[in-house]
């Protein structure tokens, strides 16, 4: 009998479904929905760095993605054999004591501070700053050695202190905190015992400072020097951790009914994007897979071997299993990739939005509607093709890709962008070009950083929207790199990631590394260093990196 899984990939902007074939791996349909209450960008607030989501917006897409891509397949339901959700990270939400997230509580359901807190929210910086300061002067364990040395602001234990610090009324409520991964499969299985719930390890091992070396997470005295919530809070959080190859649990009554699977249908622990991701490209030992979208992820694996008990500093954390059981999965990544070139583009619309496509007594509101299209359809293209025309003896400004901080290497969310060498020679192009180039250079920071602690890298695998869609930006990147780059040829590598694992958990297939062979993505572009640029590309990077030593020591002094 045929067989099917569904992968669910929660983005920041929109969670996409995708139902595969097990036997062919091929992908029969799939589904997007961009969440409404996000797109409002209803309680958020971009100059305090707040970027919160509504569950209600997570728990709409699940159904109608999975809905959508039942009925694009004509597929019976039940032949779907297993689920496997994968989403961004950090994310946390309060919950009661049910489970049930604090936003759909009477009473909270306007409160941002109730909302799931998005990976890009930085409101706990000054959080973070503590956790790093206490990790090394408390006396015990520094939790955070396995986290590259530095804890985040995007990262668990800081947004709840932050959350809980800032409001009572959700403090006294949140009975517990759930990553994003983890609330929408226990939604979704039938045992809703929260104290047994299989967490995942990729979600706290990455973020929440878990290992099982010291017995899980934080000690309660650890804590307790942050806030006698977060104390209280570690018993009713978990101990045990579990790699998303492995059953939370078989889909509940309610939800089977609803989307019109069978209730043997196995539901997989949850993970996050990049992770999945990695696993959809056919991830390799020696491979550095980079999710590239509004941020990135970068991930590798290594055997126990070559890691061992090293620990690799400035990066975003070192767990087994987090990707591909029985290796070791490292994480890096930019805080903002392609929100760089989406802020610049934000930055030069600002006159089109308030000024042509206001002009209702020259234009008709169809006209508008039509403009709006194609600007849109040709605004990045379109400045892609000038900059790429550029000659190298142009002056091209330099910029730095910290537009929303630095998340790797040595993680530090008070760093602020910067451009430099303007002159009135400098266009829309040349800054476009600058910024290219810096995100670019973000990139090989993180990159020598790997190479620099004796993790090996021969080849660089791109997923993601900006991987398919800018020749201009992964030549560049291969450039700057020197090194090849595959593009895999699926827009949903998360998501095929997660049906891997689906396809693991429902005992479909052995394991992980088998199943991606079949269920993983193929390969449609490879783009090679040019000798002639690498040299020019060495050059630019040198001044990238006096720019960065130079902002960074002035926001230094001034903190």
Same mark, same amino acid.
């Given at each position: 009998m045929e067989t099917y899984v569904i992968g669910l990939d929660y983005g920041t902007d929109s969670v996409r479904a995708v139902l595969v074939d097990t036997t062919s791996g091929k992908e029969l349909a799939s589904d997007t929905f961009w969440y409404p209450r996000w797109k409002k960008q209803l309680y958020c607030d971009a100059s305090l760095n707040r970027f919160r989501q509504h569950p209600l917006d997570h728990i709409e897409g699940l159904e +109608?993605?999975? +809905?959508?891509?039942?009925?694009?397949?004509?597929?019976? %339901?039940?032949?779907v054999k297993g689920i496997c959700i994968d989403t961004t990270g950090s994310s946390?939400?309060? !919950?009661?004591?049910?489970?049930?997230?604090?936003?759909?509580? @009477?009473?909270?359901?306007?409160?941002?501070?109730?909302? &799931?807190?998005?990976?890009?929210?930085?409101?706990?910086?000054k959080e973070a700053n503590?956790?790093?300061?206490?990790?090394?002067?408390? %006396?015990?364990?520094?939790?955070?050695?396995?986290e590259g040395g530095i804890y985040s602001s995007e990262w668990f234990w800081a947004?709840?202190? $932050? =959350?809980?610090?800032?409001? *009572?009324?959700?403090?006294?409520?949140?009975?517990?905190? &759930? @990553?994003?991964?983890?609330?929408?499969?226990?939604?979704?299985? *039938?045992?809703t015992d929260l104290a047994s719930f299989k967490r995942s390890r990729c979600g706290a091992g990455h973020k929440a400072m878990w290992h099982e070396s010291w017995g899980?997470?934080?000690?309660?005295?650890?804590?307790?020097?942050? $806030?006698?919530?977060?104390?209280?809070?570690?018993?009713?959080?978990?101990?045990?951790?579990?790699?998303?190859?492995?059953? #939370?649990?078989?889909?509940?009554?309610?939800?089977?009914? +609803?989307?019109?699977?069978?209730e043997d249908t196995v539901i997989a622990v949850g993970t996050f994007d990049a992770h999945s991701g990695a696993v959809g490209a056919k991830v390799e030992e020696h491979a550095l897979v980079r999710v590239m979208g509004t941020s990135t992820?970068?991930?590798?694996?290594?055997?126990y071997d070559v890691v061992g008990d090293k620990t690799v500093r400035g990066i975003c954390g070192q767990v087994d299993g987090s990707v591909i059981p029985g290796m070791v999965g490292l994480e890096a990544g930019q805080s903002a990739f392609?929100?760089?070139? #989406?802020?610049?583009?934000?930055?030069?619309?600002?006159?089109?939005?308030?000024?042509?496509?206001?002009?209702?007594?020259?234009?008709?509101?169809?006209?508008?509607?039509?403009?709006?299209?194609?600007?849109?359809?040709?605004? =990045?293209?379109?400045?892609?093709? @000038? #900059?790429?025309?550029?000659?190298?003896? @142009?002056?091209?400004?330099? #910029?730095?890709d910290w537009i929303n901080g630095r998340r790797t290497p040595d993680a530090n969310q008070e760093l602020k962008s910067a451009i430099s060498n303007l002159s009135l020679g400098s266009k829309a192009p040349h800054i476009f070009k600058a910024l290219v180039n810096s995100i670019c250079f973000g990139a090989k920071e993180i990159v020598d950083r790997f190479k620099e602690e004796g993790v090996e890298i021969k080849t660089v695998i791109g997923i993601g929207g900006v991987a398919r869609k800018s020749a201009y930006i992964m030549q560049t990147l291969a450039n700057t790199l020197n090194m090849p780059i595959k593009v895999a040829a699926s827009d949903e590598a998360p998501a095929l990631g997660s049906a891997v694992y689906a396809a693991v958990a429902a005992g479909i297939y052995e394991d992980v590394i088998t199943a991606s062979k079949t269920l993983g993505s193929d390969f449609e572009a490879e783009y090679y260093p040019q000798p002639e640029m690498v040299g020019e590309?060495?050059?630019?990077?040198?001044?990238?990196?006096?720019?960065?030593?130079? !902002?960074?020591e002035s926001i230094t002094k001034k903190s």
């Open positions: +109608k993605t999975i +809905k959508g891509v039942i009925e694009k397949s004509g597929v019976n %339901g039940e032949a946390p939400v309060p !919950v009661t004591e049910d489970g049930t997230p604090l936003a759909l509580v @009477e009473g909270f359901t306007d409160n941002p501070n109730a909302m &799931m807190v998005l990976w890009k929210d930085h409101t706990a910086i503590e956790i790093n300061e206490l990790a090394e002067t408390w %006396g015990g364990e520094n939790y955070t050695k396995y947004k709840i202190t $932050h =959350i809980v610090r800032e409001d *009572e009324a959700v403090k006294n409520a949140a009975y517990s905190w &759930m @990553e994003h991964c983890d609330i929408m499969t226990y939604i979704l299985i *039938e045992d899980g997470l934080p000690s309660e005295e650890f804590l307790g020097k942050l $806030h006698p919530y977060c104390a209280d809070l570690r018993s009713r959080l978990y101990n045990e951790t579990y790699t998303s190859d492995e059953v #939370a649990g078989k889909i509940s009554k309610e939800w089977a009914s +609803k989307l019109g699977l069978s992820c970068d991930i590798i694996v290594s055997p392609g929100d760089v070139l #989406a802020w610049f583009k934000n930055v030069l619309s600002w006159p089109l939005n308030h000024l042509v496509y206001n002009s209702s007594e020259v234009l008709s509101e169809e006209q508008i509607a039509a403009l709006k299209e194609e600007v849109d359809k040709k605004f =990045i293209k379109e400045l892609a093709a @000038e #900059a790429e025309a550029l000659e190298l003896n @142009e002056s091209i400004p330099v #910029a730095l590309f060495e050059k630019q990077m040198a001044a990238y990196k006096e720019l960065s030593h130079f !902002v960074e």
